[in-house]
């Protein structure tokens, strides 16, 4: 077994989440994380390592990914790529709409002061704009209705409830093709590119097959035998092939949101196997009569990182002697709590709290947890190995000692009881080198619902997509500062330490709340004064021991000139 895996750092994922317009917030964090996390390596010395091993996604996850993964084929450079991600939501995707002193000089103004309840300016200016766009009183770049189907099952009348209004995706496709160049098909190590270009990130993007019920994953790296292709069901019997690589197609096949889109078609593949020129193993061509709808993969796995680890698991289990570890960044677009127990009252944000918790991230109370004991269970097992085998060694008697040998090579050497999903046998001696560690796991959350509505996956303005990325690039600085003081509890040992880690925790939180009500619109002295602070402690503390404060003073000057 070859070990072409010299990393300095474990693997580095982004796994990205379904959520419409919530896109522009990915945006904003993957731009902080750039910045950050380039820095980090050169630091490290691991310059020359990818700023990303992996992007993962679903739905409009999939597609930032998409266009991330894309834009890095083709400049090898992460921060150009990170800028045209940014121009692909404010030039491409972005449309003036409502203002908000339009709602002010009218009916609205007087309905406020008479309903305490009413909607504040801002969120009436995203309500009403979401409401012109669905009604297509407003052109944009992401969709358009095409047809509206009545109801010829049931012929209720009137029709209002069970009327079905399709829209097409077509001009969301065409907005992700200027940005991205399809098929996208990438290796670990591919040695026909220059020896800067050879590593390449992974692409994977997932979608549901709306009649089988099961997640799909799309992977632009090659299977052992060289060709591409998703392969699921009980057997395993369905499967498609996209030899060139990842197609707009199965980008698009991941946000097909139910009932507003018409179902993406893909067509499954036969089963014969060819030899392509280069000597590969390729799967024959698709089979146009055996066709399979999708729809969005956030039905089923909106953060991906389940599924992340499986086909990082079944990529490296046979190239490697230890399948490499995993540090994930994981951006969460729906908030996956809310504050002091607000609940809504009102039926538009019912409606949009229900979308935040079918749609928000469960992965940490299960799949992360799953993984840390399955890691935990393979070290074990592989000192406990290492154990016996020490002390077989020791055994005098020669009889004896090749006897416990070939003890312990039946027990590594026996099949288990389960196949792996390929149908294949695995032995206990395969399971131990099937482990790997979530190293590290760090979630971007998005906080905010502040004049939240249900419509917000839909809403184009230019207004809320520019404030979504910088939401995101806020979120995102606070996360890495947070860190970085959380980071000091271990390396600091004298007596105040904690609580220069705690004046420092409650500073930033206190800036972070005070930035949040306020909608990330706060320009007053608070949040600022706040921040002022907390750099300026930060900074006293680095004239005392600069190789400990410097960066963390860095970053936070960095946060404030973002607001």
């Known amino acids: 077994m070859s070990n072409n895996n010299n990393k300095k750092r474990p693997q580095r994922a982004l796994v990205l989440q379904g959520g419409g317009t919530l896109g522009a917030y990915e945006a904003g964090v993957i731009k902080v994380l ?4 380039l820095q980090q390596d050169i630091e490290n010395g691991d310059e020359d390592e990818l700023l990303f091993d992996i992007v993962a996604g679903t739905s409009i996850g999939a597609m930032n990914g998409a266009i991330l993964v894309s ?57 009403y704009s979401v409401k012109k766009l669905i009604l297509g ?19 209720d009348k009137p029709n209002l409830l069970n009327t079905w209004g399709l829209h097409s995706s077509k001009p969301l496709q065409d907005s992700i093709e200027k940005y991205a160049k399809f098929p996208i098909a990438t290796e670990f190590c591919d ?9 390449q990130p992974r692409l994977l993007v997932f979608s549901v097959d709306a009649a089988e019920g099961l997640t799909v994953t799309f992977d632009s790296y090659p299977k052992a035998d060289g060709s591409r292709r998703s392969e699921y069901g009980k057997g395993l019997e369905n499967v498609i092939c996209y030899n060139k690589g990842i197609e707009i197609d199965h980008v698009m096949a991941s946000g097909t949101l139910p009932k507003f889109y018409d179902y993406e078609s893909i067509p499954l593949c036969t089963t014969t196997k060819q030899k392509s020129q280069d000597g590969r193993c390729n799967i024959d ?4 009569e055996n066709i399979h709808y999708f729809w969005d993969g956030g039905m089923l796995s909106n953060t991906p990182l389940r599924e992340l680890l499986q086909a990082h698991q079944e990529y490296w289990q046979d190239k490697e002697d230890k399948i490499p570890d995993l540090d994930v960044y994981i951006v969460n677009v729906h908030p996956p709590r809310m ?5 809504p009252r009102d039926y538009d944000g019912v409606k949009d709290r229900e979308k935040d ?17 399955l890691a935990d269970y393979n070290d074990f097992v592989i000192k406990l190995n290492g154990l016996v085998g020490e002390a077989i060694c020791k055994v005098n008697d020669k009889g004896s000692s090749d006897s416990l040998k070939g003890k312990l090579d039946d027990i590594l050497t026996t099949k288990t009881k389960r196949n792996n999903r390929n149908g294949e046998s695995r032995t206990y001696e395969d399971l131990m ?19 939240s509505i249900e419509g917000k996956t839909g809403d184009l303005t230019f207004e809320t997509i520019k404030k979504l990325i910088k939401e995101g690039e806020c979120d995102a600085w606070f996360s890495f500062i947070k860190e970085l003081i959380n980071g000091l509890e271990i390396q600091l040992t004298h007596g105040n330490c904690m609580d220069i880690k705690d004046s420092l925790v409650d500073m930033l939180d206190e800036s972070m709340r005070n930035l949040q009500t306020n909608d990330y619109e706060d320009t007053n002295s608070t949040t600022y004064q706040k921040l002022t602070e907390l750099a300026e402690l930060v900074k006293c503390q680095a004239k005392l021991e600069p190789h400990k404060y410097s960066k963390l003073h860095e970053s936070v000057l960095k946060f404030i000139s973002t607001l």
């Open 137 to 155: 009183l407003t052109r944009n770049n992401m969709y358009y209705q095409c047809a509206t189907s009545e109801d010829k099952k049931f012929f």
């Open 285 to 288: 061509t698709s089979d146009k």
């Open 34 to 37: 750039c910045e950050n996390l």
């Open 71 to 127: 834009q890095y084929l083709e400049t090898h450079d992460w921060k150009m790529s990170v800028d045209k991600l940014e121009k692909f939501w404010t030039e491409q995707l972005a449309i003036k709409c409502i203002d908000v002193d339009q709602l002010s000089a009218g009916w609205f103004e007087e309905w406020t002061k008479r309903t305490p309840s009413a909607a504040s300016k801002e969120a009436a200016r995203r309500y």
């Open 357 to 373: 918790i079918i749609y928000g991230d469960r992965s940490s109370h299960h799949d992360e947890k799953i993984s840390h004991i």
């Open 339 to 343: 504050d002091n127990n607000i609940i």
């Open 191 to 199: 040695k026909n590119k220059p020896e800067q270009q050879q590593r």
């Open 433 to 451: 080198r099937s482990g790997f560690r979530l190293n590290k796991v760090t979630r971007i959350e998005r906080t905010n619902y502040i004049n």
